[in-house]
């Protein structure tokens, strides 16, 4: 069973940096694909960035391309989302996704419970 823990979330200020992290736990982190989502209060879900299981892949919104970038960590299970020159649209509920050996911006079948950004002056 996968399981995915969120950390990183807080309040900052237009143009601070913010770097999110995700905790995987469970088998073979290393076959599954990492993405990144947010969803803003009244809003659709949005996917923010995406690594595949090999690492050698990375994808990212629009929105957030060259300020956002995606990383993972094999050593510790860990999927991280650096995020900087933030703004005040980027302000949202940020999720941890993962999916096993696809390589995806929408289907994902396991999620963390989020974190909240706010950017704000």
């Known amino acids: 069973q996968v399981q995915l823990v969120e950390s990183g979330g807080g309040l900052v200020r237009p143009g601070d940096s913010l770097r999110l992290s995700c905790a995987f736990s469970?088998?073979?982190?290393?076959?599954?694909?990492m993405g990144w989502f947010r969803q803003a209060s009244g809003k659709e879900r949005e996917f923010v960035a995406a690594?595949?299981?090999?690492?050698?892949?990375?994808s990212y919104g629009d929105s957030v391309k060259g300020r956002f970038t995606i990383s993972r960590d094999y050593q510790e299970n860990m999927a991280y989302l650096q995020m900087n020159s933030l703004k005040s649209e980027d302000s949202a509920v940020y999720y941890c996704?993962?999916?096993?050996?696809?390589?995806?911006?929408?289907?994902?079948?396991?999620w963390g419970q989020g974190t909240q950004v706010t950017v704000s002056s």
């Open positions: 996704a993962a999916d096993y050996m696809t390589w995806s911006m929408t289907q994902y079948n396991y």
């Open positions: 690594i595949s299981w090999s690492g050698s892949l990375t």
């Open positions: 469970g088998p073979s982190f290393n076959k599954y694909t």
